[in-house]
Antibody, heavy 120, light 111 residues
Framework: QVQLVQSGTEVKKPGASVKVSCKAS????????IHWVRQAPGQGLEWMGR????????DYSQTIQGRVTMTRDTSISTAYMELSRLRSDDTAMYYC?????????????WGQGTLVTVSS | QSALTQPASVSGSPGQSITISCTGT?????????VSWYQQHPGKVPKLMIY???NRPSGVSNRFSGSKSGNTASLTISGLQAEDEADYYC???????????FGGGTKLTVL
């Protein structure tokens, strides 16, 4: 059974960077994209980007391109999302997810979420 | 401002059917069959309910169905139950700017 386990809560100051990890188990790590989605408090879902764990190729949302970097370490089945130059409006729950086996553009399996708070 | 437009709220009584719309453009909803729907209860992780316009993942009730006409996709919930009260989000592949876009979300209230 597919499981995605994310790293813990982070508190950062404006201008700093945060790196969130997402460890996958239960299926081929390199067989499916890993998506990253965030949700600010009381707000909707926002797609951030995705990484192909096999090739390392990435697609990023234009709204945060330039501040986000997605990487992976296939040896430990872990994907990472690093967001730099943090602002207060980056405060959100950050989720990693894996698509359904039949479609690349949805998220069927979700991590538990990582709360990132940006505050001075 | 979200790329896909959803009504802020819909409501219905137990047993009734409701439909939530998701309007995009020919660059996303209208151009590709990659529309997905998610259910999210307060404080919980989103759950995939529909993918590729009308396909249900294993374990999702057949009371949930999806369709698309032109640039608008729809999620229909039949036989409404109290447990269906939640926020619902649509998403779609998009050929412009980003790979995936979400709607702003719709709050479903079961009266």
């Amino acid at each position: 059974q597919v499981q995605l386990v994310q790293s813990g809560t982070e508190v950062k100051k404006p201008g700093a960077s945060v790196k969130v990890s997402c460890k996958a188990s239960g299926s081929s790590f390199t067989g499916f994209y890993i998506h990253w989605v965030r949700q600010a408090p009381g707000q909707g879902l926002e797609w951030m980007g995705r990484i192909n764990p096999d090739s390392g190729a990435t697609d990023y949302s234009q709204t945060i391109q330039g501040r986000v970097t997605m990487t992976r370490d296939t040896s430990i089945s872990t994907a990472y999302m690093e967001l730099s130059r943090l602002r207060s409006d980056d405060t959100a729950m950050y989720y990693c997810g894996r698509p359904h086996s039949s479609s690349s553009y949805c998220v069927d399996y979700w991590g538990q979420g990582t709360l990132v708070t940006v505050s001075s | 401002q979200s790329a896909l437009t959803q009504p802020a709220s819909v409501s219905g009584s137990p047993g009734q059917s409701i439909t939530i719309s998701c309007t995009g453009t020919s660059s996303d909803v209208g151009g590709y069959n990659y529309v997905s729907w998610y259910q999210q209860h307060p404080g919980k992780v989103p759950k995939l309910m529909i993918y590729d316009v009308s396909n249900r993942p294993s374990g999702v009730s057949n009371r949930f169905s999806g369709s698309k006409s032109g640039n608008t996709a729809s999620l229909t919930i039949s036989g409404l139950q109290a447990e269906d009260e939640a926020d619902y989000y649509c998403s779609s592949y998009t050929s412009s700017s980003t790979a995936v876009v979400f709607g702003g979300g719709t709050k479903l209230t079961v009266l």
